[in-house]
């Protein structure tokens, strides 16, 4: 018998391609229906899982500046790292944040379904499964982008994973093993057969890892032959580059990651929102500098908060106060030094009109 969540008795998606004269903030704006008891993502533009990175301090000020959807830094599924810091910290939910989205990675099927399993019992309302990452560490495990060799086993572990749980599944892949093949699709497929609600597609292929240019046109077949939502993902950081991703993909929604990384207020800028004033910013990358101290405590927090700081000076236009900022070494220090450069920073805005430039 057919699992009834399965992609088989999906009712018909009717991909929205972003039409000549509708802007891109118009389209983004639109809510993203999803084939699972009726739910919607409220906007098209999500923030991409960054390891690191788009932890819960940012992912709280990307999703109060209007990002639609965003799944954890991936945990691993293996039962053994469950407990320890790292992982507990990638697993906190926020509560704002609807639907509370987690990203696994792993390789065995019932691991990743026990993992799921686990994660809807601690609140969890998306699991979202990693088949794209390039990181050696992960790959030697037969996970992340080393599972588009094998996509039989992405059909198992994504019917296993929707079978544990009651809750949507997307999983986050690239093109292909290389850019010569399409292994992409055909798990972007398969995973849809197996049940998966939602395809993130980043544009370059594993072989690419993070070198030149995303290709957005390598993500438009996988659009064409599924009946699931896809969003496009790679080298999009602006509304031009928005646009141009959704143009050649025929994608139903963005994701963006570095893009944000220094600028949590780009979704708002994408939505065609109210942009928060160069002293409102200031202030907001003040709370989340707080906000890194008291989720991380102090030691953590004020590493963590180095690299964060590092992209906001970069966006700024004041990268050269960043060696100063990485001397730091207490939470007082930090919020002593941030709060001195205050009428600088503002002084730099006013005069430097142009927009920040994309972090590396
Ligand atoms: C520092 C860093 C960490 C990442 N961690 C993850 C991760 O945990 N899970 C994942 O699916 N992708 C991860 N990615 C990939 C991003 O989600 C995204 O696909 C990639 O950065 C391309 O999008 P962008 O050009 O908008 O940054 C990571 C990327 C970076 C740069």
């Known amino acids: 018998m057919r699992h009834p969540k399965r992609g088989h008795n999906l009712p018909l998606f009717k991909p929205l391609t972003i039409a000549i004269t509708m802007s891109v903030a118009e389209f983004l704006n639109r809510p993203l229906p999803i084939a699972y008891g009726h739910q919607t993502l409220r906007n098209r533009v999500a923030l991409a899982p960054m390891a690191g990175m788009t932890d819960v301090p940012f992912r709280t000020l990307a999703w109060r500046f209007g990002a639609g959807h965003m799944v954890s830094e991936m945990v691993t599924s293996k039962p053994e790292l469950w407990d320890t810091g790292k992982s507990r910290a990638r697993r906190v939910l926020i509560s704002e944040v609807?639907?509370?989205?987690?990203?696994?990675?792993?390789?065995?099927?019932?691991?990743?379904?026990?993992?799921?399993?686990?994660?809807?019992?601690?609140?969890?309302?998306?699991?979202?499964?990693?088949?794209?990452?390039?990181?050696?560490?992960?790959?030697?495990?037969?996970?992340?982008?080393?599972?588009?060799?094998?996509?039989?086993?992405?059909?198992?572990?994504?019917?296993?994973?929707?079978?544990?749980?009651?809750?949507?599944?997307?999983?986050?892949?690239?093109?292909?093993?290389s850019l010569e093949d399409s292994a992409g699709t055909e798990a972007a497929i398969a995973a849809q057969e197996a049940g998966a609600q939602l395809v993130v597609m980043h544009g370059r292929s594993r072989a690419c890892r993070f070198k030149g240019h995303a290709c957005p046109d390598r993500v438009r077949e996988a659009r064409r032959l599924l009946r699931v939502p896809l969003l496009v993902n790679g080298d999009i950081v602006d509304d031009a580059s928005a646009e141009q991703a959704l143009k050649s993909s025929g994608a139903d929604g963005v994701m963006l990651g570095r893009g944000a990384m220094g600028q949590p207020w780009i979704f708002a800028e994408f939505l065609g929102l109210e942009m928060p004033t160069s002293?409102?910013?200031?202030?907001?990358?003040?709370?989340?500098?707080?906000?890194?101290?008291?989720?991380?405590?102090?030691?953590?927090?004020?590493?963590?908060?180095?690299?964060?700081?590092?992209?906001?000076?970069?966006?700024?236009?004041?990268?050269?106060?960043?060696?100063?900022?990485?001397?730091?070494?207490?939470?007082?220090?930090?919020?002593a030094w941030l709060l001195a450069r205050r009428e600088q920073m503002l002084l730099h805005a006013a005069i430097n009109t142009s927009q920040p430039k994309a972090a590396a």
Request: with cysteine; net charge positive.
């Open 279 to 335: 002293a409102e910013r200031f202030d907001f990358i003040r709370e989340h500098l707080d906000a890194m101290h008291s989720f991380y405590g102090e030691d953590a927090g004020v590493r963590i908060a180095r690299k964060h700081i590092q992209a906001y000076l970069q966006r700024w236009g004041t990268p050269q106060w960043t060696g100063d900022f990485m001397g730091l070494t207490s939470a007082q220090q930090q919020h």
């Open 98 to 177: 609807r639907p509370q989205a987690v990203q696994i990675a792993g390789h065995d099927p019932a691991t990743m379904a026990e993992s799921a399993r686990r994660l809807t019992g601690e609140g969890v309302e998306w699991v979202d499964l990693n088949f794209g990452c390039p990181a050696k560490k992960v790959c030697r495990k037969a996970a992340g982008s080393a599972l588009l060799a094998n996509i039989d086993q992405i059909s198992r572990i994504v019917a296993a994973v929707v079978s544990a749980v009651d809750v949507p599944v997307s999983i986050k892949t690239r093109t292909g093993l």
